[in-house]
């Protein structure tokens, strides 16, 4: 195995950047294949070599950097069964994301500029590629400022993008999102700084001795509370439809990850590092989570521009994942894991396709659509695919992960009393809602008689429909063999003595 197998993670995207930024005056929207490559790389050295150790059994993958050893830090790198499917999908979404990135930038410069403006292909990219290391640091981290050090590597390129390339206002929406997720990334710094007050360390295996700490409830409050932030859950909720709709629709999807990411987060630091305490907060965010799922779909029911139908639809999905975290159940915790990769995947098509349309017909309100499966029917089928991963319909991945999630949501361990039995039955009942928003976009931009003035609308170029492509048949892939990800994520359960069916202690 590489000795920096996992550092090339975070390092490759990094050095690539810097690389993309200084070849785009001469590359243009080419660029884009060496970010595409970067990610590639990456994600294959990881499979081929990290996947078969973990895959049969292996604990974790560590690697160990000297960073601030005086200050107790140590730049460590962890993968175990919980970390490596969030990194390797990420990943997945990442590249597709480069490649379709290359007609739709050049759309997007064309339309801001004038023309297609090589240079500004260069800072896209070196931005997107820091938010892919940004991402990959979270997940590998094994420290709380480490942790804390990736997420504001993720925070400030996202700002960029949005306010270089964004639509309507996009400075303004690139404003209102730094400061919802400071907000956030702020309140996570407290609990992180009460971690160390309690125990005189910033590791994550730190967290299991602050329970016994006068500020456990202070902790886990704290970090939940912000990354609940950062996830929109319902009340803390209005930064997240704006940002998502109105950045390039390229980077709409890796806005998706950025949010859902808290999803991992929450289960490494509370759920297996603070499972005692945590117990405290199970019913009232079961609760929480409850009403995201319902306010998020009814508002996006009632949305006519097909971008911030997904945007809405991310504050519905989060919930999913964290109403499965909240059912204290190895199942639950496991599928929230799973649900949110999946949902990735599944909001990646869907974004990318609202991408198509607006590139296409230079339309985002749907009123304005109608019969374009006849003029776009490939688009038409991905857009439909997309639908069937988000809506978790087999053999997709969602299929898979939202029926592990549910079983352990309805398992006895999470409690057995009336509340949390309630909880999952209004959470599966939620779930209608994603059916309708989901497929109800479908007939009206897609079917019915050819609106008004789209009769010279064609499909897209191959280099936007192909990622897709490889998105959904890779979302297929898991739903007919779903070990590909829940194994790791069964074998973590087992070496944090776990038993899959039942509840965390």
């Not at 009460?194 to 500020?215: I, R």
């Not at 999905?317 to 496991?334: E, F, I, K, M």
């Not at 695919?385 to 549910?406: K, N, Y």
């Not at 008004?452 to 739903?479: C, F, N, Q, R, Y």
Request: aromatic fraction near 14%; charged fraction near 10%.
């Amino acid at each position: 195995m590489p000795d920096f197998l996992l550092l090339q993670a975070v390092v490759v995207p990094i050095v690539a950047a810097g690389l993309c930024y200084l070849l785009g005056g001469r590359l243009g929207r080419n660029v884009g294949w060496a970010a595409f490559a970067s990610l590639v790389v990456t994600t294959a050295l990881l499979a081929f070599y990290g996947a078969p150790q973990l895959y049969s059994g292996g604990s974790q993958i560590t690697e160990e950097y000297p960073w601030a050893p005086t200050a107790g830090l140590n730049f460590n790198l962890a993968a175990d069964g919980l970390s490596f499917p969030v990194v390797i999908i990420v990943n997945l979404v990442l590249a597709a994301t480069a490649v379709y990135s290359m007609p739709y930038m050049s759309a997007r410069l064309k339309s801001l500029y004038g023309e297609d403006r090589p240079s500004k292909h260069g800072m896209y990219h070196l931005n997107l590629l820091l938010v892919s290391a940004g991402l990959a640091g979270i997940a590998l981290s094994t420290n709380l400022v480490e942790l804390y050090l990736f997420l504001e590597m993720v925070l400030i390129p996202t700002f960029v993008i949005i306010s270089l390339f964004g639509y309507v206002q996009k400075e303004r929406v690139a404003t209102i999102y730094i400061i919802w997720n400071q907000l956030g990334a702020f309140v996570f710094l407290a609990g992180i700084a009460l971690v160390y007050v309690a125990t005189g360390s910033f590791d994550f295996s730190a967290m299991a001795a602050a329970q016994s700490s006068p500020f456990a409830y202070w902790i886990a409050g704290l970090i939940l509370f912000g990354w609940l932030v950062k996830m929109a859950v319902f009340g803390v909720h209005m930064w997240l439809p704006i940002t998502e709709a109105e950045p390039p629709t390229s980077f709409a999807p890796t806005m998706a990850v950025v949010s859902g990411i808290g999803t991992y987060v929450i289960a490494r630091l509370l759920l297996f590092g603070m499972p005692s305490t945590f117990h405290a907060f199970s019913l009232p965010l079961m609760a929480w989570a409850v009403l995201t799922m319902f306010y998020g779909g009814a508002v996006t029911l009632a949305q006519t521009d097909v971008k911030y139908i997904f945007a809405w639809s991310t504050m519905s999905q989060n919930a999913y994942s964290v109403l499965g975290l909240a059912s204290l159940s190895a199942l639950g915790a496991a599928g929230s894991v799973f649900y949110f990769s999946s949902h990735i995947l599944g909001k990646f098509v869907l974004f990318a396709v609202a991408g198509i349309l607006l590139t296409q017909t230079g339309l985002r309100d749907i009123r304005k659509m109608g019969g374009l499966a006849d003029r776009m029917p490939f688009t038409a089928s991905l857009f439909v695919l997309g639908a069937l991963v988000l809506s978790a319909v087999p053999p997709t991945s969602g299929f898979q992960a939202e029926w592990i999630m549910f079983a352990g949501i309805f398992s006895p361990g999470a409690g057995g009393s009336p509340g949390y039995l309630a909880a999952a039955i209004l959470g599966l009942v939620a779930t209608l809602l994603t059916v309708a928003y989901t497929f109800w976009p479908v007939k009206r931009i897609f079917f019915g008689p050819l609106a008004e003035g789209l009769e010279g609308v064609k499909d897209a170029p191959l280099t936007m429909t192909l990622p897709l492509l490889g998105i959904v048949a890779s979302s297929i892939i898991i739903g007919i063999y779903p070990d590909l990800v829940a194994k790791f994520l069964t074998e973590f359960l087992r070496f944090a003595g776990v038993l899959p069916g039942g509840s965390i202690p």
